[in-house]
């Protein structure tokens, strides 16, 4: 069974940074478009930002300038370095590995900012 170990989430006041890493198999990191996507109660589960293979990043436009995402292929870990955190931000973040055949996903960690 294929497992993601996320890290890093906490309680942060609003304008305050955090960085949320992610570790996962050698052998599905390295063929993965990785992603980070967060849940706030009660609403659906979105994309944050995402990177390909290749370093191609993607991101949601309420955390252009604010998110960093970046990977690091020789610790097969993806990191999410979040700076200017705003209350509207709280959310469990999950990380998912996706290779070309199904998608995998973290347990979550929590970020909560505080106004």
């Known amino acids: 069974q294929v497992q993601l170990a996320e890290s890093g989430g906490g309680l942060v006041q609003a304008g305050g940074s955090l960085r949320l890493s992610c570790a996962a198999p050698g052998s599905i990191f390295s063929i993965s478009t990785m992603g980070w996507y967060r849940q706030a109660p009660g609403k659906q589960r979105d994309l944050v930002a995402v990177?390909?293979?290749?370093?191609?990043?993607t991101y949601a436009d309420s955390v252009k300038g604010r998110f960093t995402i970046s990977r690091d292929n020789a610790k097969n870990t993806v990191f999410l370095r979040m700076n200017s955190l705003k209350p509207e931000d709280t959310a469990v973040y999950y990380c998912?590995?996706?290779?070309?055949?199904?998608?995998?996903w973290g347990q979550g960690t929590q970020v909560n900012v505080s106004s």
């Open positions: 990177i390909t293979v290749g370093g191609v990043t």
């Open positions: 998912k590995a996706r290779p070309s055949w199904r998608e995998y």
